[in-house]
């Protein structure tokens, strides 16, 4: 077979994929997080939204803004407080996410956010697919917030929100552990 014949000939379907899948540096540092401190991320990001509210709801007591009988703080007028109250919370979360893929939580216990191959998790993939799609609205439907956090103990560790954005949690590489990598 001449050379002008296998270079004009259809690619086998067959073979192996040529390009790189994953690096082996990468794959060597997405080890998952402990269960544990992913638990404890969680406690603390939801410790830290509800200490946020904390002047808001004294303001609001201050003030004294009357509840209507039987609706309480769930208002209209209510609910943009808790909104204004938990803004700064979510800002500060939301430029973390921005510049790093890590929450509050995620980011006092060295977890961040990745994709399931070890690449990068972007802004708009966390903030859209992974907190509104997977975690607000499947948090709205009764126990799937409770199923969702139990799907940790999967052999994957990944939660339902974690599966429907292909992300994982996993440690952030220590300096040592990348410049031991690098040699």
Same mark, same amino acid.
């Given at each position: 077979?001449?050379?002008?014949?296998?270079?004009?000939?259809?690619?086998? &379907?067959?073979?192996?994929?040529?390009?790189?899948?994953?690096?082996? #540096?990468?794959?060597?540092?997405?080890?998952?997080?402990?269960?544990?401190?992913?638990?404890?991320?969680?406690?603390?990001?939801?410790?830290?939204?509800?200490?946020?509210?904390? &002047?808001?709801?004294?303001?609001?007591?201050?003030?004294?803004?009357?509840?209507?009988?039987?609706?309480?703080?769930?208002?209209?007028? =209510?609910? #943009?407080?808790?909104?204004?109250?938990?803004?700064?919370?979510?800002?500060?979360?939301?430029?973390?996410?921005?510049?790093?893929?890590?929450?509050?939580?995620?980011?006092?216990?060295?977890?961040?956010?990745?994709?399931? #191959?070890?690449? &990068?998790?972007?802004?708009?993939?966390?903030?859209?697919?992974?907190?509104?799609? #997977?975690? =607000?609205?499947? =948090?709205?439907? &009764?126990?799937?917030?409770?199923?969702?956090?139990?799907?940790?103990?999967?052999?994957?560790?990944?939660?339902?929100?974690?599966?429907?954005?292909?992300?994982?949690?996993?440690?952030?590489?220590?300096?040592?552990?990348?410049?031991?990598?690098?040699?």
């Amino acid at each position: 077979m001449s050379e002008s014949q296998t270079t004009n000939a259809t690619p086998d &379907p067959y073979a192996v994929p040529s390009a790189p899948i994953l690096e082996r #540096g990468r794959l060597e540092a997405v080890r998952p997080a402990s269960r544990f401190k992913r638990l404890v991320a969680y406690v603390l990001n939801a410790v830290g939204a509800f200490v946020s509210m904390i &002047p808001f709801a004294m303001a609001y007591e201050y003030f004294d803004i009357p509840y209507l009988p039987g609706n309480g703080p769930l208002r209209p007028e =209510g609910m #943009g407080w808790i909104f204004l109250a938990i803004a700064p919370w979510a800002l500060v979360n939301v430029y973390l996410i921005h510049t790093r893929p890590q929450s509050v939580g995620k980011c006092i216990l060295d977890i961040q956010v990745v994709r399931k #191959g070890g690449g &990068p998790a972007t802004t708009s993939r966390q903030l859209l697919l992974r907190f509104f799609v #997977g975690q =607000g609205l499947l =948090g709205v439907i &009764p126990f799937i917030r409770i199923i969702d956090a139990l799907c940790i103990f999967q052999a994957s560790r990944q939660t339902l929100h974690d599966g429907i954005v292909d992300t994982i949690v996993v440690r952030v590489p220590q300096r040592r552990e990348w410049d031991q990598r690098s040699q």
